[in-house]
């Protein structure tokens, strides 16, 4: 596996079973940790420089996968680094198998919606990903969940090479 050199002024991402960095930047957007080493879970770290500034998760499951998590500091957004996380996860979706990726944000998703994401009930969500960490935290947190926007994206057809 190669390692990606941090340099100043470029944006690195990569993918990390380091808890504690992800801990750490989820703890920095106030969201839950809750299920964070579910061993299917993949995380990405965005570092500009050396700086840890942004994370993603994905949960996988079968055919489905879950982004959770999206935050970027603050004083670096609007420079697209949620952009490149969205990208980054997606990727990595699709390489665990995913056709179907699903997301919830607590704002309007613009940033999702960008990224080809639609609105869904939350019962596609749940009834693609039971078990998922993200999915029963909402499950067993209905006033957390019901604040929630739910998103869906086809990625089927993502590494088709068309002729």
């Given at each position: 596996?190669a390692i990606?050199?941090?340099?100043?002024g470029?944006?690195?991402?990569e993918?990390?079973r380091?808890?504690?960095?992800?801990?750490?930047?989820?703890?920095?957007?106030?969201?839950?940790?809750d299920?964070?080493?579910?061993?299917a879970?993949?995380y990405?770290?965005?570092?500009?420089?050396?700086d840890a500034?942004?994370?993603?998760?994905?949960e996988?499951?079968?055919?489905a996968?879950?982004?959770r998590?999206?935050?970027?500091?603050?004083?670096?957004?609007?420079?697209g680094?949620g952009?490149?996380?969205?990208m980054?996860?997606?990727?990595?979706?699709?390489t665990?198998?995913a056709?179907?990726?699903?997301?919830?944000?607590?704002?309007?998703?613009?940033?999702?919606?960008?990224?080809?994401?639609a609105m869904?009930?939350?019962?596609?969500?749940?009834?693609?990903?039971?078990?998922?960490?993200?999915v029963?935290?909402?499950?067993?947190?209905?006033?957390?969940?019901a604040?929630?926007i739910?998103?869906?994206?086809?990625?089927?057809?993502?590494?088709?090479?068309?002729?």
């Open positions: 596996m990606l050199k941090h340099r100043a470029k944006l690195v991402i993918q990390t380091d808890f504690a960095v992800v801990r750490a930047m989820l703890a920095r957007g106030a969201l839950t940790t299920g964070i080493e579910w061993p879970a993949c990405l770290i965005a570092y500009f420089g050396d500034v942004g994370v993603i998760g994905v996988p499951k079968v055919d996968a879950l982004i998590s999206l935050y970027v500091d603050e004083s670096m957004r609007r420079r680094i952009a490149a996380l969205i980054a996860a997606r990727k990595a979706a699709h665990r198998g056709r179907h990726l699903y997301c919830f944000s607590a704002a309007p998703g613009q940033l999702f919606e960008r990224h080809g994401f869904v009930p939350f019962a596609d969500v749940i009834a693609a990903l039971p078990g998922v960490p993200q029963e935290f909402f499950r067993t947190h209905p006033a957390d969940f604040r929630e739910a998103y869906h994206l086809d990625i089927s057809a993502d590494g088709v090479i068309e002729r």
